[in-house]
C-alpha cells in the first residue's frame, strides 16, 4: 500500500519561501510521477506541478511558473516543491499525489494522495 506523507508547510509574509516534501512510503519510488496539487476551501483541487520518475521531465501551472520547483530524490522516495516569491494568493492546503508512470494534470488521474499541508501567505 502507498502512502505520502507531506511536511514543510506553515505561514510566511509575502515574498518569503518554504520548501515543501513529500515521502513516499510502502512501493518503490521510481515508477510514479508525481504531483503537488492546492486546494482552498469550497474549491476544485488545482494542479501545480509534476515530475516525471527520471526528474527529467516537470510540469507547472502558469500561476507558479519560474516561482516553484519540483524536484525529487529517488534514493529517499522524496519529491519537494521550493516554492520562493510567495504570494497571498498561494495560500491554500496543498497536496502531494502519486500515479503510475505518465504525467496527469487532472486530480482524478491520481491514485494515492498525501493528507495535505497548510501553505499561509501572508500580505
Known amino acids: 500500500q502507498v502512502q505520502l506523507v507531506e511536511s514543510g508547510g506553515g505561514v510566511v509574509e509575502a515574498g518569503g519561501s518554504l520548501r515543501l516534501s513529500c515521502a513516499l512510503n510502502?512501493?518503490?519510488?521510481?515508477?510514479?510521477?508525481m504531483g503537488w496539487f492546492r486546494q482552498a476551501s469550497g474549491k476544485e483541487r488545482q494542479f501545480v506541478a509534476g515530475?516525471?520518475?527520471?526528474?527529467?521531465?516537470?510540469l507547472y501551472a502558469d500561476s507558479v511558473k519560474g516561482r516553484f520547483t519540483i524536484s525529487r530524490d529517488n534514493a529517499r522516495n522524496t519529491v519537494y516543491l521550493q516554492m520562493n516569491g510567495l504570494k497571498p494568493e498561494d495560500t491554500d492546503v496543498y497536496y502531494c499525489?502519486?500515479?503510475?508512470?505518465?504525467?496527469?494534470?487532472?486530480?482524478?488521474?491520481?491514485?494515492?494522495w498525501g493528507q495535505g499541508t497548510q501553505v499561509t501567505v501572508s500580505s
Open positions: 499525489a502519486a500515479r503510475q508512470l505518465w504525467a496527469a494534470q487532472t486530480a482524478a488521474a491520481y491514485n494515492y
Open positions: 510502502g512501493r518503490t519510488f521510481v515508477g510514479y510521477f
Open positions: 515530475i516525471d520518475f527520471s526528474g527529467v521531465t516537470t
